[in-house]
């Protein structure tokens, strides 16, 4: 495909070798990916979500890869497969996981990421890590900061514009200075309408219910206010420390919005906060991402920030903002 040329080259036109910041994009064997994973060896495996499961690997050269093996693909489906991976793989930001290749083989449809060493969101706030309490405040900031500017850039500066249609704490993943990569983005796109399993349907399976915007549960359609209601979800899940939904017994579930607004009415920010941090945090920042967050979690859609203005409000430090944010009609306690 003549669009490799340009980014697998490491020379300039002088001859010289240019310094790479990101490894070459380019296809991959699936022979050569077997090697790699063990042949999507169940030890291997790092997650699994919406549109299939995600492998470690080792290339030949010692460099760590992630290979996201997507589901079901109909070899009848008209879906250029490697014009719409090349599409994603332009999009380019410092906190959206760069596709790094793509590998297309009889019904074998594989993406190659490179390997973020410190995993996701999701394994620090409720996995394998949980009990480590790696996330201090200054990085739960930064994390909520950065990701909320990728999902931005995926919205309005994108080309195309992408709705993301996954956002949850899973596919927000920590590369080793624990900066924000977000990543499973724009995959609606390259799963077939008719695959048989169902993959590209929002609803389908229940990882991600806690996440699904009230529309998006009743349509199935992704939205980017449906990406603003679960980009709110995962801010409170941060913060807090709990899962989108949780067990109160056998047969009640409860959602996060529904546990954290009550306290904000008794501003009682600090049983909020997640416990592991031990009190060491900054009050004012506290307050402003829980309040961010449930403005984006409303259930009605117009009453919703757009994702731009979710990166100012969570940048702004103004006390005017935060007078303004209080204000917000949802969080006054209505007397019935």
């Known amino acids: 495909m003549q669009f490799f040329s340009c980014l697998c080259c490491g020379k300039g036109f002088d001859g010289k070798k240019k310094v790479k910041s990101e490894p070459s994009w380019r296809i991959f064997s699936l022979k050569e990916l077997h090697a790699a994973t063990n042949s999507f060896n169940y030890d291997n495996k790092l997650g699994e979500g919406r549109f299939g499961s995600v492998y470690?690997?080792?290339?030949?050269?010692?460099?760590?890869?992630?290979?996201?093996?997507?589901k079901v693909w109909s070899s009848r489906e008209e879906i250029d497969f490697a014009v719409e991976v090349e599409i994603l793989a332009r999009i380019r930001h410092k906190n959206l996981l760069s596709v790094r290749g793509y590998c297309?083989?009889?019904?074998?449809?594989?993406?190659?990421?490179?390997?973020?060493?410190?995993?996701?969101?999701?394994?620090?706030?409720?996995?394998?890590?949980?009990?480590?309490?790696l996330l201090d405040w200054t990085r739960r900031m930064n994390i909520a900061v950065t990701s909320a500017q990728a999902i931005a850039y995926l919205h309005f500066h994108a080309t195309p514009r992408i709705v993301h249609g996954d956002v949850r704490a899973s596919n927000?993943?920590?590369?080793?200075?624990?900066?924000?990569?977000?990543?499973?983005?724009?995959?609606?796109?390259?799963?077939?309408?008719?695959?048989?399993?169902g993959a590209n349907k929002t609803t389908k399976g229940n990882s991600n219910l806690g996440y699904l915007s009230p529309e998006c549960i009743e349509s199935g359609k992704e939205s980017d206010m449906g990406d603003v209601y679960s980009f709110g979800v995962v801010l409170l899940e941060l913060v807090t420390g709990k899962r989108p939904t949780e067990k109160l017994n056998q047969t009640t579930k409860q959602g996060i919005t529904e546990w954290v607004l009550?306290?904000?009415?008794?501003?009682?920010?600090?049983?909020?906060?997640d416990q592991r941090l031990n009190g060491k945090y900054v009050e004012e920042e506290l307050k402003r991402v829980v309040l961010v967050g449930l403005m984006c979690a409303q259930t009605e859609p117009e009453k919703r920030p757009t994702m731009s203005e979710v990166v100012e409000m969570l940048m702004n430090e103004s006390k005017e903002k935060m007078t303004q944010l209080e204000a917000n009609p949802l969080f006054n306690k209505t007397i019935e």
């Open 104 to 133: 297309a083989e009889g019904q074998e449809r594989l993406i190659v990421y490179e390997y973020m060493s410190n995993l996701s969101l999701v394994s620090h706030l409720h996995g394998q890590h949980s009990s480590e309490s």
């Open 262 to 273: 009550p306290l904000v009415y008794d501003k009682k920010f600090g049983e909020i906060v």
């Open 56 to 70: 470690w690997g080792q290339l030949w050269d010692g460099s760590q890869i992630a290979v996201k093996r997507l």
């Open 172 to 197: 927000v993943l920590l590369d080793s200075e624990f900066e924000a990569r977000v990543t499973d983005f724009g995959y609606g796109k390259l799963m077939p309408d008719n695959a048989e399993n």
